[in-house]
């Protein structure tokens, strides 16, 4: 081995979700959104001009950035956007947990917390949830270099009432409080109202979920302007060009579509709702989600065998095979009819 | 002042070039090609479906690492895509500068140099540059924990030859040693082809000056199967998908158009020639670029006010108030329209 390879960092290689590709196939495993995006954003690929690629985009965003901000009334120097909510969350953890105490983050969570914390040597404490995988808002007062966990909770998809986040934050005057609020447009209260009250609270969201646009890699965070800024003056100094173009347009097009947005939410939440019933019949239980994606686990069946199972069919999902989640699947919610065909599958395999 | 403002991490505010608007400007500040991108690119712009949006780009970047490939006659798995080479090239430096030693560089050079070792404290040593803007190789031979440079220079256009090139990363077998070629196409040779004999070699190119397509953050690095893979592998860590869909389709169709290339780049540097020409004859002095600017110098004018009279005139050049650079101003290739344009203003200014 040559010497030039010790100094290589080797940090525990991560697998992304499967991304398989097929008509055929029933894709429930990366919490995408089964609706197209807005047609404003077809329209607008449509007459998007390839000559202007030849220019770099604007370093401030700021077609993203004020469309965000008139869509949810804030001011635009309180949002900050990112190439998915993943650049977004590691440059809020660059940016602003430099404390000598632990970052904390409960210990069934987003998997790349831990991974950020790692990489930016932020020392980190992982504060377990209960058995019914709940946060116990006390755990996070306090004695620590910074907060943060997603609401609602991946991959149990249980949310923490809109009271209890604002008594954690209430409660960590001298840390910032990052809200991951990925799934929060399916049902869950944002706490976005409270950026007004506590300048140490960012709220991050994302195009990948809500707003069928995982494939353009748009994220974004809202809170006072004094943490904008400070995530802004790093953004800048490690790279002034990361949102493209074409992600700048489309993304603005997407939040000016609101009624398209809360059809699409409406179906999923309807359709999530149904899926939860004839889960519930079926004999699955779960955390009572308010996320696009259920957490399932059944007294009879084994989970790493239904999992293959199903893939064999061409219908994917997620396993974890780790502890605490290995009797559980989390399953996206698909169409009416990618449900249907899991409904059927299942019915087979229970031999109902 | 409160508490968790003390663990923010404040860096050196970086402020980009500008990117004023406006159609009537001569934008020559930002080495953006004056041509758009490849016909192919419109194309595969106007039959883009935005209803694939909805799910991620695929992690592997694979339709475009395999173009590139092919273009290069390389292995896919010798390439590594990211947003932008400001994306790739500081995922290189955390990824392979890990050494106690020292990571070096020139003085002058690409100002993110710096930057990124700081952000990630990585020790480094910068190498002055002779009075000429001049690289020495064996300034560069060991005793070090990396290497980068440019290749031509920035911001002087300078070109180091190929055997001097090879020399510094022969002489460098414990180091990874990285050449950024952004500006390799305009008339400069490529040390790709050693990346099959040096496994410890990184080329890093861009999409963002000859490839027309600043605006979409396409940026690549080629090298041994080994630097790849490390790369890949902090890269998922990170954040698995950075590329958007829209970016890699693009990019792809942009490669696939080598003569358009061609004719770009001969349009280019032809102009190029044409200034240096009438501008040695305006008494303007400059290193032999060869890259899409020049750097000018004149001994009867101060730049900076020169900078400002321009801008007065719609005319956006580069000035860099910075110690032997700011006699200086940067001025990228745009169109012969441009470039006449540019000449007229300075007939005037000069009273000839």
């Known amino acids: 081995m040559s010497q030039w390879e010790n100094y290589i960092l080797r940090p525990e290689p991560y697998v992304p979700g499967e991304q398989p590709a097929g008509e055929k196939l029933v894709k429930l495993n990366t919490n995408e959104n089964p609706y197209p995006p807005s047609p404003k954003v077809t329209l607008r690929l449509e007459t998007m001009d390839a000559a202007a690629f030849r220019k770099y985009p604007d370093p401030s965003a700021s077609i993203l950035t004020k469309t965000l901000a008139e869509n949810y009334g804030i001011d635009p120097s309180q949002i900050f956007v990112g190439v998915g ?22 210990d069934i ?12 040597q932020i020392p980190y404490r992982q504060i377990p949830l209960d058995e019914q995988f709940c946060i116990h808002k006390e755990d996070y007062y306090g004695n620590n270099g910074g907060v943060v966990f997603p609401n609602p909770n991946a991959p149990t998809g249980l949310e923490l009432p809109f009271e209890d986040v604002e008594d954690i934050v209430a409660n960590n005057p001298d840390s910032v409080v990052i ?21 140490n609270l960012l709220v991050v969201q994302t195009f990948s ?10 994220g974004y965070a809202m809170g006072s302007r004094k943490l904008i800024e400070a995530l802004e003056n790093v953004k800048y100094s490690f790279n002034s060009y990361t949102m493209n173009q ?5 993304g603005a097009e997407a939040v000016q579509d609101p009624e398209y947005f809360r059809n699409t939410l409406d179906k999923i ?6 899926t939860k019933a004839w889960m519930r019949d079926f004999g699955f239980t779960f955390p009572d989600s308010k996320a696009n ?18 893939k ?34 299942l019915k087979r395999y229970l031999g109902r």
Chains 1, 2 share one sequence.
């Open 85 to 106: 909510s993943d650049d977004v969350l590691a440059m809020a953890f660059l940016t602003f947990f430099h404390s000598p105490e632990p970052v904390v983050f409960p």
């Open 109 to 120: 969570t987003y998997s790349f917390y831990p991974v950020w914390a790692d990489l930016f």
């Open 179 to 199: 809200v991951d609020e990925a799934y929060i447009d399916f049902g869950g209260v944002s706490v976005l109202p409270l950026i007004q009250k506590y300048e």
């Open 209 to 218: 979920k809500s707003r069928s646009m995982a494939g353009m890699r748009i």
């Open 246 to 250: 074409a992600a700048l347009e489309l």
């Open 269 to 274: 939440i309807k359709t999530r709702e149904e």
């Open 293 to 310: 994606f259920l957490f399932v686990t059944h007294p009879q069946i084994d989970a790493a065998e239904l999992f293959e199972a199903l």
């Open 312 to 345: 064999k069919e061409q219908i994917y999902v997620r396993y974890f095979p780790k502890p605490r989640l290995s009797s559980y699947l989390r399953i996206t919610i698909g169409t009416d009819y990618e449900m249907a065909v899991l409904r059927g599958f």
